[in-house]
Nanobody, 118 residues
Framework: QVQLVESGGGLVQPGGSLRLSCATS????????MAWYRQAPGKQRELVAA???????IYGDSVKGRFTISRDNAKNTMYLQMTSLKGEDTAVYYC????????????WGQGIEVTVSS
């Protein structure tokens, strides 16, 4: 099973930027889809962004134009660069990896907190 570990979360002011990292236990070159999800207080978990091994990207409507997903195969790490952060971006962010976007057999990280002050 693929192990996923998130890092880079914390507190940031509105309008600021933050980069999340997700380190994997296996080569991400062999993983079809890597993604970031988030769960805000009182809300369901939602897809933030996804990236396939072929370079295709998917972004949630609420983050389009503000967040960028990327991967570094040499470091077995996936990133989420977040800019123009808003209070509504406050959530626990989860790394996800597997054969399909939102697939039932994907692996999950433990989650990392991002807090945007208001």
């Amino acid at each position: 099973q693929v192990q996923l570990v998130e890092s880079g979360g914390g507190l940031v002011q509105p309008g600021g930027s933050l980069r999340l990292s997700c380190a994997t236990s296996t080569s991400i070159f062999t993983i079809n889809v890597m993604a970031w999800y988030r769960q805000a207080p009182g809300k369901q978990r939602e897809l933030v962004a996804a990236l396939t091994s072929g370079g295709r990207t998917i972004y949630g409507d609420s983050v389009k134009g503000r967040f960028t997903i990327s991967r570094d195969n040499a470091k077995n790490t996936m990133y989420l660069q977040m800019t123009s952060l808003k209070g509504e971006d406050t959530a626990v962010y989860y790394c996800n990896a597997g054969p399909l976007v939102g697939g039932p057999f994907n692996s999950w990280g433990q989650g990392i907190e991002v807090t945007v002050s208001s």
